[in-house]
Structure formats: C-alpha cells, structure tokens
C-alpha cells in the first residue's frame, strides 16, 4: 500500500497477518493474544514512546483485528474506530498563539474574542481551549498575524465535519454525520484511527467447511501491477482456501443495466437522480440530506450487492466475500436494509495480510478470466458508471444526446452537488457521486499510487474482449434474483 504513513500500515498489517495466522492454528485465545502483545513489543525499551502505551495501542490493534471495538469498554456498530492510546500528540487547540505574539497594549485579539477565551500569559497570549469556540476571529484580528489555525489532520480529511474532540483532546467520531468513507484512517500521523477487520471471521468460515466465494472490485485491476491479472488473484485466493472467485465489474454490467431504466423513467418524468453505487455517497445522502435519499437516489443496488444476490441465489449458503480500496463497502456489508448483500468486505492490504498468513503472493498466471463488460471494469474509475449506464441506454436504442451528467468524484465535489440539487439549483439530469477522488480507484485503500494503477489498468483493460453489456446479461439468470435495495 502506498500511503504517508508507511510505517505504522506496515506495523497495522503485521499484527493482522499474526491475528490470522492463530486463527487458522485455532489458537486465537485471550492468552494467545496477550502473547501477541509481548511479541509485537518485546521491550524493554520502546521504540517511539512509553512501552506501556505502544503495548496498549497493539491489544486495541488487535480487537481491531477481530473485528471489535478497540477497548472492552465500547460498542459501536461503526466500522471506523478510534485507538484512543494513540490519539494523544496532537495539539488540542484549533488556534494557537506563537512566538511572534508581540504582547500588544491594544489586545485586538482579546476585544475580537466574544467568548472570553483569550488572556494574556507570560510572554504571549493565551487561548483556553475549552472556551474557544474556533470562529477565528481573534486570527483575522491579529496585526502580526501571530494565531494560526492548527487543523487536525484527521478533521481536515473529513468531507463531513464528523470528526470533534473531547475535554482531553481525543479524536471523537459523530456516528451520525460520520460516512464511514475512511478518508480520516490514512491521514493521522499516529494512526490513531482504524477500521475493523473481518478476517477472522472470513478463516473461521473456511475453516468450517464453508463454499466462501471472493468477489473482486473493479478496481482490482492495475492494483498490483500489469502481470497480475484477474486471474492471477482467483488463482491466490483458491490456493488459500476460498471455493472460487467472481470479478465485481459483472455486478457494474448488472447496475448500469438496471439503474439505466430509472434513469429512462425520470427522463419522462422530469426528475433528477444520483447515482447508487458508491456507499459513502448514499451514506451521505442517508445522513445529510434525507430528502434526496428518498427522493432522487436511484433504487438499484450496487455492483457488490448485485454479486453477492446472484451467488446467493444459485449457490444457496454461500458465504461472500468483497474485496476492494474502500472502507464504506464495510458499511454497506453490515446494512440490514439491505437483504443479502457480501457477508463481509476487506480491503486490499487486509487481503495482502491474510495472504501473508497462508505465505502467499500474487503470481501472473497464463489462463483468462473474464465476465463483466469493459463498461462494468470502468466503474471503478469517475465517470465510469455514468459511462455503462448510457451504454446501456443505447444499446436499447434510446437517444441519449440530450442527457446533461454531472461527474462528482471527492467529498467536497458530492456535497456541492447535492447541495444545489437540494436547492433545485442543479443544471444537470443526473448526478455520478463518488466519495474518493478520481473513483474507486482512489479509495483510502489502494495499493499503489494512482498513476501506476491508471498504467497498469490501461494495459489490462485494453486486453478485454468488447462484449456488450446487455448482451453479456442474457448469460445470466437476472430472474433469480432482485436488483433493487429492498430486495424485492
């Protein structure tokens, strides 16, 4: 995975992978995982800080990677989580007073500030903290310019202002603004904030004898390189013990060619829609505005869930499995509300972590392997729903030269958007919402840089065949099952 914070993915991913390899010895007991702590941090000195911190932060890592909460103290059924024994070298203040403070007689700063936070200290000023309510008023008044804002990292990466911080300075999640998009986990510098992890219940299920069956994101591709094809990862995940492998990009084929009659229907009918196959889209259409969830959120399920419902539907009992860059794909995996969608979703270094622990990698293979549509593998990739669902449209023969698209790919792109669809002051019919930027591709869990994957994806998807979507379905049974959110 490339990340800024290689080391401490690195150390995350070790303890997963020693997680799963007593998973898989049927030794992940409480005393195994106490040893596991020690093993991590044999001592007796640390390697950055106190030994009893760091030994703390590896038994929270390790719920993690159990897919509980970090302490026994919490319940949450929110996906990302916070490691409260490393969210504490951050400055607590948003504003802060430094050394070119020159202590002025007139005091702007004071006279600005309507919440009695600011007093003067020994040599500077002084912001209370528990009083500052960040307006940044006292900022703009400064003549030297002497109070800077210090915006956490974690906050600035939060395209929902879910992120606050308690009296002591802990990062705090608000479950109910929180998208669970993951964009937060990679940008703290003390990888305080985590994603639970459902590998061992994924060994568990093998182990009993379980048909668990991978389903592979479009964004796979290019992920780990130009040799590696999607038949190189069916290959690995087969030599570990899963019962097969199906490439997501089918699941694209499937929603663009469902989510493409909705779209013909709200043509008639005048009304705009948004797009349906990003979670932490509709996360934020669920959370935030309500309104268009209900209202302009095409009903068809995305390209996983579509997966996920053919598999259940022709291997009855099946356990599947997504894998892909995005932390959300959790989210949408535990919905109730929406019936027999993956039993769980891992991301890529997850996968790289449970392959460690079976000492695998990744090999080019010589066979082929391909089901969705060119169209269904660019899902992954902004622009590449709308792209399939207008194949779609004119592989009916519908005339789609009229249609006015609105591409969104990041947080803030998606909130402006549906802000002014909200206001009904959106000019387009239909809006492609993706949380991450430049798509799927771009999720919080990629493997490589964006530039590399874009190559090494340009050379694999210009080896596929050009099937039509539509064409391509008929190969399916799409009677079996339903394509819609409620599942009927």
């Keep these: ?18 997680v799963c390899r007593l998973a898989w010895e049927g ?15 044999p001592g007796p000195k640390s390697s950055y800080c106190c030994i009893y911190k760091e030994r703390e932060i590896v038994k929270q890592r390790i719920h993690l990677a159990c897919a509980e909460c970090p302490t026994d103290r919490e319940e949450s059924d929110c996906v990302v989580q916070v490691i409260n024994a490393a969210c504490d070298d951050c400055p ?26 600011i007093t003067p200290g020994e040599v500077r000023m002084h912001i209370d903290s528990a ?11 400064c003549p030297y310019g002497a109070i800077v804002h210090l915006e956490r990292p974690c906050k600035k990466a939060c395209p929902v202002g879910a992120i606050t911080y308690d009296e002591f300075g802990f990062c705090r999640i608000n479950e109910e603004r929180c998208i669970q998009c ?30 668990v069956i991978a389903m592979c994101a479009p964004a796979t591709e ?34 663009a060619a469902y989510e493409s009659l909705e779209w013909s229907e709200a043509i008639k009918e005048g009304r705009k829609m948004t797009t349906s196959c990003c979670p932490a889209f509709i996360n934020l259409l669920k959370q935030h505005f309500p309104d268009i969830f209900k209202n302009n959120k095409s009903n068809t399920i995305s390209p996983m869930c579509a997966i996920s419902r053919y598999l259940k539907a022709t291997r009855p009992g099946c356990v599947t499995v997504f894998v892909g860059p995005c932390i959300a794909k959790k989210s949408e995996a535990n919905d109730p509300s929406i019936p027999d969608n993956a039993d769980y979703a891992i991301t890529y270094g997850e996968l790289r972590a ?3 622990s079976k000492d695998l990698s990744f090999e080019a293979v010589e066979e082929e392997y391909q089901e969705a549509s060119v169209f269904g593998k660019k899902f992954a990739s902004s622009g590449g729903v709308a792209d399939a669902v207008l194949e779609c449209m004119k592989e009916r023969g519908e005339d789609v030269s009229g249609i006015k698209l609105l591409k969104c ?23 492609e919402g993706m949380v991450c930027s430049g798509g799927c591709v771009g999720g919080p869990s990629k493997h490589k840089t964006e530039v590399e994957i874009s190559r090494a994806r340009e050379s694999l998807l210009g080896k596929a065949d050009d099937r039509k979507i539509l064409e391509n379905l008929k190969n399916y049974p799409m009677d079996k099952f339903s394509m819609y959110r409620d599942g009927k």
């Design 1 to 18: 995975m490339v990340t800024n914070d290689k080391a401490i993915v690195s150390f995350k991913h070790k303890i997963m992978e020693e």
């Design 27 to 41: 030794k992940l007991s409480a005393d195994e995982k106490e040893k596991l702590v020690y093993k991590m941090v």
């Design 92 to 117: 607590i203040s948003a504003y802060s007073v430094t050394s070119i403070c020159r202590f002025c007689i007139g005091r702007p700063c004071i006279n600005s500030c309507r919440f009695n936070a």
């Design 131 to 141: 009083k500052c309510k960040e307006c940044g008023m006292c900022a703009k008044a």
């Design 182 to 211: 993951g964009h937060c986990i990679h940008s703290c510098p003390f990888g305080a904030i985590g994603s639970k992890t459902y590998l061992v219940n994924i060994i568990n299920d093998i182990l009993a004898g379980k048909e």
């Design 222 to 255: 290019g992920q780990f390189g130009e040799n590696i094809t999607m038949a190189s990862v069916r290959s690995a995940l087969m030599k570990m013990g899963f019962s097969d492998m199906v490439e997501v990009g089918l699941g694209g084929d499937m929603t």
């Design 354 to 356: 449970l392959m460690r």
């Design 409 to 431: 790919a990041g947080g803030k792109e998606c909130m402006k958007a549906i802000a002014q669809l909200k206001l009904g002051n959106l000019q387009e019919d239909f809006v």
